[in-house]
């Protein structure tokens, strides 16, 4: 039998309260596996920056990397100015441990009642880059308060960068039934990364000639995300552009409580870390209102992603069978634990 060594980060907000319920469930869905795991919790966010003023020790991020993989709640709050633990820990870590590939599947479950009328099926994953684009703090600002104010961004796409979660897509894309990478980007009036992007895809299609390419520049994919999101199988795209496309999709299936997500380095030279796509979410915080749904998901990828996908696959189901019990009306008005409590006795 082995032992999973497992870094847990709960984080802020809700973090607090739907990490636990992921471990449960990863406790009860190892019960008997002939795998084992040994957690060791770090705490981070913002009681440690406050107490402190460091959001990853970097003595911190070396014992990460001894890990297996990283189970993150969420990180951010009210009290700690905006993008400083969003930079300092999330995005520290998604670089430092290269986490290229940002996965983030949508799936509407049996049951589940999206926004959409006539949603027909829905199973996509998003493989969004996860280390360039405008989130590598290539800007800064002049004559800050001034009328003069200059403030600038800059997305960084490396042909590298880019070459890299392009080949994964590709592979991903090839090993689904319905064979069929969408490219979105923006390359109608960002023509210097679009253009790289668009001739990457290009290139490396021309490895793949069973899969089907297909381009969207990304205002139209918000379009058929909602008017047809069957269409889409394997999306790949930029930092940003993944990061709003997910919450949308995530909306679309049935809400932002239920999509997971891996930040995953697929070379394994580091610990890949799984995550809720949601935030910390300070306006039900501490109430025991979120659904730790997400959460749990984001276990089953990391199962999937350590090669036991038979165990991740038992996490999908018990949440396949505890939405069609709300489905039915047969639960319902759960606090955050009890919806985990449930998950773990359907694993
Ligand atoms: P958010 O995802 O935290 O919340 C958006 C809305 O969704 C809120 O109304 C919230 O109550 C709801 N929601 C989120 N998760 C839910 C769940 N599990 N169950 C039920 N409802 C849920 O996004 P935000 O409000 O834009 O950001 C809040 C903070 O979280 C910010 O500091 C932001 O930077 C941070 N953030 C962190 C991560 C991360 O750690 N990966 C992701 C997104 C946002
Ligand atoms: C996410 C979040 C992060 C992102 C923020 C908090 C840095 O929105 O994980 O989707 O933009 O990637
Ligand atoms: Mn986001």
């Known amino acids: 039998s082995d032992t999973l060594r497992l870094a847990v980060v709960p984080g802020d907000g809700i973090g607090q309260e739907v990490t636990p319920e992921a471990l449960k469930v990863l406790d009860a869905v190892l019960a008997g596996s002939g795998t084992s795991v040994q957690t060791t919790e770090y705490d981070l966010g913002a009681r440690r920056w406050h107490a402190s003023g460091e959001a990853l020790p970097d003595t911190v991020l070396g014992e990460l990397r001894e890990h297996d993989a990283i189970l993150l709640g969420a990180v951010g709050d009210p009290s700690v100015p905006s993008g400083v633990l969003e930079r300092q820990l999330l995005l520290r870590l998604r670089f430092e ?3 290229y590939v940002n996965l983030r599947p949508s799936t509407l479950f049996p049951g589940v009642a999206g926004p959409l009328a ?3 099926e829905i199973d996509f ?3 969004r880059e996860g280390t360039e684009g405008p989130y590598v703090g290539n800007g ?6 001034t009328p003069a104010e200059i403030a600038t961004e800059v997305s960084v796409n490396t042909a590298y960068g880019v070459e890299r979660v392009v080949r994964d897509a590709f592979r991903r894309a090839a090993g689904r039934p319905a064979k069929k990478l969408t490219l979105v980007h923006k390359h109608n009036v960002l023509v210097h990364a679009g253009h790289l992007w668009r001739r990457t895809v290009e290139a490396v299609g021309a490895e793949h000639p069973d899969v089907t390419v297909d381009y969207l520049h990304v205002d139209a994919a918000t379009i058929f995300l909602v008017t047809d999101p069957s269409r889409f199988d394997v999306i790949v795209t930029d930092n940003l552009f993944g990061d709003i496309l997910t919450d949308l999709a995530a909306a679309v299936t049935g809400g932002i409580g239920l999509a997971a997500s891996g930040n995953v380095n697929p070379d394994r030279t580091a610990p890949s870390m799984f995550e809720p796509v949601h935030g910390s979410a300070p306006d039900i915080a501490g109430q025991q209102k979120a659904d730790p749904t997400a959460a749990v998901l984001s276990a089953g990828m990391l199962l999937d992603h350590l090669g036991r996908e038979d165990l991740g696959e038992r996490i999908r189901t018990a949440v396949r069978t505890d939405l069609s019990r709300r489905a039915e009306g047969a639960v319902g008005g759960r606090r ?3 919806v985990g409590d449930a998950l773990a006795a359907l694993v």
């Not at 800064?140 to 308060?145: P, Y």
């Open 97 to 99: 441990l290269d986490h």
């Open 140 to 145: 800064g600002a002049l004559r800050v308060g």
């Open 336 to 338: 955050t634990a009890e």
């Open 118 to 120: 006539e949603p027909g």
């Open 125 to 127: 994953v998003v493989v």
